[in-house]
């Protein structure tokens, strides 16, 4: 049996790849406009690093990580996620300026050793953006404003967002008390993985899927007041801010998030196509972790990612509603080309083409001309150049354009620049 990808990892095919690369130009362009520049860090992370900023408790660091010793004997993990390898840059390379906001996105793979399932594999992509130097709500808002305005922009309208508020680490710190003197008397009510998360980390015990430790939260959960008023009003300050930009929400005292670091609001967009495992991106802030990894000062920080992989699936059933995502690439240009002088001036023409930025494909199997005008007209050819002895002998090249039928007799001198515009002017009826 020949050699098969690990399980967990998959092959972007080419027929997905355009959908792919359709959704990162999109998040870039909407990045652009909000000021975040790119960062890219290394796939390779020393495993401290997550230790520190994730927290040891949580199912990533205890289960999920590729951690391994190199040759070195170091520690060392692919990344399971984004924001703590953008810290860690942030905080070695001096990226953050007193009162000055540093805005940061980045793109990638990222690992995690759990059971795979749709939309969730040991491979795989997120796109997500950071934003430090600020404690204001306002900049909560503006996260969670991006992030929306990044799925409007793939054309996801049916996106929820859930939100929540963690206030400080004191805060936490006193919601973990009452959610333990809640559930002491539950706890063998919980599932098995819940009656762990109780003794090590309580608040996991939210994230919980399972509908019998549901409903003992349902009823535990009434009435748990652990904000102080600072971060209540830091909360309502942010749901004003989106209220402003009529972006929906719904509060949910159940969203902490599966992370230690995150404080202040929490929040998650949901899609119903994903069934079970629905989260398409979430974030939050993150006041503490600069302090968390070795920071004197405390920084204030937020933000956000999202996985390619989920909205992969929520797109790929109408890509004909984003031209750009084409796994085919559509030719500007097609040439069929009859005979062997044909094919050698076809090539050179191919190639001067190429050279002006137009995309051009051609038959290398000697096939009849009409079963290559057949092969244009699948690819979904923009214009088709035909080449045959009667073309060279008259010294002519004979282009159709393709949504007319019409017909032109080009001289060869001309023909780039004819071409050239003739294909811009069809480029905009085609989008």
Known sequence: MAIQSLKGMRDILPNESGLFNHIEECARRVFAVYGFREIVTPILEETALFKKSIGESTDIVQKEMYAFHDR?????????????????????????????ITKLFYTGPMFRAERPQAGRLRQFYQIGAEAFGSGDPLLDAEIIALNHH???????????????????????????????????????????????????????????????????LKAEMI??????????????????????????????????????????????????????????????????????????????????????????????????????????????????????????????LQSSLRMKKISVSMDFFDKPLKKQLKTANKAGALTTCIIGENEIESKRILLKIMRTEKQLEIAPDDFAETVVKIVNEERGFCV
């Open 72 to 100: 070195g004997g170091r520690d060392i993990c692919l990344r399971p996620e984004g924001t703590a390898a953008v810290v860690r840059a942030a905080m070695q390379h001096g990226l953050v300026e007193e009162n000055n």
């Open 223 to 348: 009435r748990i007041d652990f904000l102080s008023k600072e971060s209540v009003s830091h909360f309502k300050k942010v749901e004003g801010y989106l209220s402003s930009l009529d972006i929906s929400f719904a509060e949910d005292p159940y969203l902490v998030r599966g992370l230690d670091y995150y404080t202040h609001t929490v929040f998650e967009f949901t899609s119903d196509s994903l069934g079970a495992q629905d989260a398409v991106s979430a974030g939050g802030r993150y006041d503490n972790l600069f302090g968390a990894m070795g920071s004197r000062e405390s920084v204030g920080a937020c933000g956000f990612a999202m996985g390619v992989d989920r909205l992969m699936m929520i797109l790929r059933p109408g890509p004909e509603r984003n031209p750009e995502a084409r796994g085919d690439p559509r030719p500007d240009v097609f040439i069929a080309a009859l005979g062997e002088r044909a094919k050698n001036r076809a090539f050179y």
């Open 150 to 216: 990044i799925l409007l922009e793939f054309g996801i309208e049916g996106a929820h967002l859930k939100i929540n508020s963690l206030g400080t680490g004191d805060d936490k710190e006193r919601f973990r008390k009452i959610l333990r003197e809640k559930l002491s008397g539950k706890k063998k009510e919980l599932c098995e993985v819940c009656q762990q998360r109780f003794e090590v980390n309580v608040l996991r015990v939210l994230d919980c899927k399972n509908a019998v430790c549901g409903k003992v």
